[in-house]
């Protein structure tokens, strides 16, 4: 892990270096924007990272702002590198919204580039409480040893360290904070909260139509977190299954849900050892458990391989971290997204 993010951070230097070059004479990005070019002049702009957060703006701010999402939609989130023409769109914006984990090491260099003084800046993090990111019983590790690409200099230096930079280095990943704290309802509330609230100081002038918007969304995002909670009372068991990523703690935890999935949400790793496909085929044996997740846009090889050895269904649990070309094209939102999660989480619990 460590050695891919530096691979990002040196990139998003790179790219710094290229757009003092490019930002007087480039305005057009590859940026989502769900307005046309012709009216974007006239709209507040705001420029989100990811889904989520793009999708609250659109909720919120209606026809009254423009909103850009920097990931295109079927790429890999946690590998994302900002393009030239990214750099531009954020620089120009009124309102920039990302996550403010590890992954986006890529921001700060950005806005250490350019004159953010006059843009409205929200942090998801900020927004909540966070948790560190942890690893339960069988889960793979973060994968930080397969970040030096095996490289035998590399390793014989790492023996090399002494006890206290082992626990040292073993600490700082322990506390390392969960970034998807949008996979809970409650944590959705405040994050669009405060997007509100920084929509009304950019533009005071639609505040009421913004008051409007998010009033009614967030009596969407309650109704979604008591059908969650109906789903989660009324269940047989409260353990699941992914044989992936798991980048629900947020989710887990507002409804006391226990898990066991292949790795970490932030990892790495996209394939697991023989030995954590081996343990989680025994949980979901010993326990019973009818469905083993996914996530959106993984292979899936890890799930399909404890499906056949169990019996067990294959499930979509949707992070939102991302979305498909074709969700996104059919008008997928979080909301959407989330209500296919307590079909399916209803399924895995009974």
């Given at each position: 892990?460590?050695?891919?993010?530096?691979?990002?951070?040196?990139?998003?230097?790179?790219?710094?270096?290229?757009?003092?070059?490019?930002?007087?004479?480039?305005?057009?990005?590859?940026?989502?924007?769900?307005?046309?070019?012709?009216?974007?002049?006239?709209?507040?702009?705001?420029?989100?990272?990811?889904?989520?957060?793009?999708?609250?703006?659109?909720?919120?701010?209606?026809?009254?702002?423009?909103?850009?999402?920097?990931?295109?939609?079927?790429?890999?989130?946690?590998?994302?590198?900002?393009?030239?023409?990214?750099m531009i769109t954020v620089s120009?914006?009124?309102?920039?919204?990302?996550?403010?984990?590890?992954?986006?090491?890529?921001?700060?260099?950005?806005?250490?580039?350019?004159?953010?003084?006059?843009?409205?800046?929200?942090?998801?993090?900020?927004?909540?409480?966070?948790?560190?990111?942890?690893?339960?019983?069988?889960?793979?590790?973060?994968?930080?040893?397969?970040?030096?690409?095996?490289?035998?200099?590399?390793?014989?230096?790492?023996?090399?360290?002494?006890?206290?930079?082992?626990?040292?280095?073993?600490?700082e990943h322990e506390e390392e904070?969960?970034?998807?704290?949008?996979?809970?309802?409650?944590?959705?509330?405040?994050?669009?909260?405060?997007?509100?609230?920084?929509?009304?100081?950019?533009?005071?002038?639609?505040?009421?139509?913004?008051?409007?918007?998010?009033?009614?969304?967030?009596?969407?995002?309650?109704?979604?977190?008591?059908?969650?909670?109906?789903?989660?009372?009324?269940?047989?068991?409260?353990?699941?299954?992914?044989?992936?990523?798991?980048?629900?703690?947020?989710?887990?935890?507002?409804?006391?849900?226990?898990?066991?999935?292949?790795?970490?949400?932030?990892?790495?790793?996209?394939?697991?050892?023989?030995?954590?496909?081996?343990?989680?085929i025994d949980k979901v044996n010993?326990?019973?458990?009818?469905?083993?997740?996914?996530?959106?846009?993984?292979?899936?090889?890890?799930?399909?391989?404890?499906?056949?050895?169990?019996?067990?269904?294959?499930?979509?649990?949707?992070?939102?971290?991302?979305?498909?070309?074709?969700?996104?094209?059919?008008?997928?939102?979080?909301?959407?997204?989330?209500?296919?999660?307590?079909?399916?989480?209803?399924?895995?619990?009974?």
């Open positions: 892990m460590k050695f891919f993010k530096k691979r990002k951070y040196f990139s998003s230097i790179l790219i710094v270096f290229c757009f003092s070059f490019l930002v007087t004479g480039c305005g057009t990005s590859n940026s989502h924007n769900n307005l046309s070019p012709e009216t974007s002049d006239q709209k507040i702009t705001a420029v989100a990272t990811i889904f989520p957060q793009y999708d609250f703006l659109r909720q919120i701010g209606g026809d009254y702002i423009d909103v850009h999402m920097l990931l295109s939609p079927g790429a890999e989130s946690h590998s994302f590198e900002p393009t030239p023409g990214d120009e914006c009124d309102l920039f919204v990302y996550v403010g984990g590890d992954s986006d090491a890529w921001v700060e260099t950005i806005l250490d580039s350019t004159d953010a003084s006059s843009m409205e800046i929200v942090t998801l993090m900020d927004c909540v409480d966070t948790v560190a990111e942890e690893t339960v019983d069988g889960m793979e590790s973060h994968g930080h040893s397969h970040d030096h690409e095996d490289s035998d200099h590399e390793a014989s230096e790492q023996e090399e360290l002494d006890s206290d930079d082992a626990d040292e280095h073993e600490h904070q969960d970034e998807h704290v949008w996979t809970s309802p409650a944590n959705a509330i405040r994050i669009v909260q405060k997007l509100f609230d920084a929509l009304c100081r950019i533009d005071p002038e639609h505040a009421e139509e913004y008051e409007k918007n998010t009033e009614a969304y967030i009596s969407q995002l309650m109704e979604l977190d008591s059908e969650f909670r109906n789903v989660v009372d009324n269940a047989d068991r409260d353990t699941i299954i992914c044989g992936d990523r798991f980048p629900f703690r947020y989710l887990a935890d507002a409804y006391g849900l226990d898990y066991y999935a292949a790795f970490p949400g932030c990892s790495s790793e996209s394939e697991a050892s023989a030995k954590t496909i081996s343990f989680l010993e326990e019973q458990i009818p469905v083993v997740f996914h996530t959106e846009l993984s292979n899936e090889k890890m799930t399909d391989c404890i499906c056949e050895a169990t019996g067990a269904k294959k499930l979509l649990l949707h992070s939102c971290h991302n979305l498909s070309k074709d969700d996104f094209e059919n008008g997928a939102t979080y909301l959407s997204l989330m209500e296919q999660n307590v079909a399916a989480l209803k399924e895995a619990l009974n």
